[in-house]
């Protein structure tokens, strides 16, 4: 069994959509992030040294604690041998560690300035839209080449960055606008394990559709 120590976030839902993909067992532990503020509690800082979800234990296999949602994505691939191809490992990798490094820090800067704390920062509200039609403009080019991000198999790379698209409606940039990231985002929000990974904190949500 798995312990998923999480909260409903895009990097939260990375976590459980691959667990349903896998068909692992997992239970949820809750990390309320806002009102507790518990990740700062010292429990939780020893299994995640910079106070973040997620993190998960694997109870039946090194029953050590993994942080870093790309990490995590990278053992459970190579656990279960799937969505983590050996022959295709460095194309995954570059599309995975963009999303780990560039497209998830940046759009969430984008909902801090432009979702959360409108009004407070010109310069960020600016900056960070500019950046995330850029993310939006380069995905749907890569899109148009290639079936899913590192190539003609949904791997890992495609499961870290779906559900960051998937709080399109609060970017307003309109992904409708873009062809190829659409028919990627669907397909990819058609899949039981995704539509189930989605509601793992709260099974009333539904997918926002393009
Ligand atoms: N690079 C980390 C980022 C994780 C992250 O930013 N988690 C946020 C929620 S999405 C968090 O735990 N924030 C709590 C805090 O920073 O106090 C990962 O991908 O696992």
């Known amino acids: 069994m798995i312990e998923l120590f999480s909260a409903d976030t895009p990097n939260g839902k990375k976590i459980s ?10 239970k949820v532990t809750n990390v309320d992030l ?9 429990e939780f800082r020893k299994i995640s040294p910079f106070s973040k979800i997620p993190v998960i234990i694997d109870h039946n296999n090194n029953k050590e604690a993994i942080f870093e949602s790309g990490a995590i994505l990278m053992y459970l691939g190579e656990r279960s041998n799937k969505f983590y191809d050996k022959e295709n490992k460095l194309k995954i990798n570059q599309w995975l ?7 998830g820090p940046m759009i969430g800067q984008h909902h801090q300035f432009h979702h959360y704390h409108k009004g407070k920062s010109e310069f960020g509200e ?12 380069d995905l749907d080019e ?11 198999k949904y791997t890992i790379a495609d499961i870290a960055t779906w559900p960051w698209i998937a709080r399109h409606p609060i970017h307003d940039i309109g992904l409708s606008k873009f062809s190829h ?20 904190m709260n099974k009333e949500i ?3 559709l393009p």
Request: aromatic content about 16%; hydrophobic content about 35%.
């Open 181 to 200: 990231l659409s028919r990627w985002y669907l397909e990819i929000s058609r899949r039981p394990a995704v539509v189930k990974g989605f509601k793992f």
């Open 142 to 152: 890569r899109l148009g080449q290639s079936k899913f991000l590192a190539g003609d």
């Open 97 to 103: 560690m963009s999303q780990m490094g560039y497209v």
């Open 34 to 42: 806002h009102e507790k503020k518990e990740q700062f509690k010292t």
């Open 126 to 137: 600016k900056r960070y839209f500019e950046i995330t039609r850029r993310i939006y403009e």
């Open 17 to 26: 959509i691959m667990l349903e993909e896998i068909e692992y067992e997992y």
């Open 206 to 208: 539904e997918i926002p």
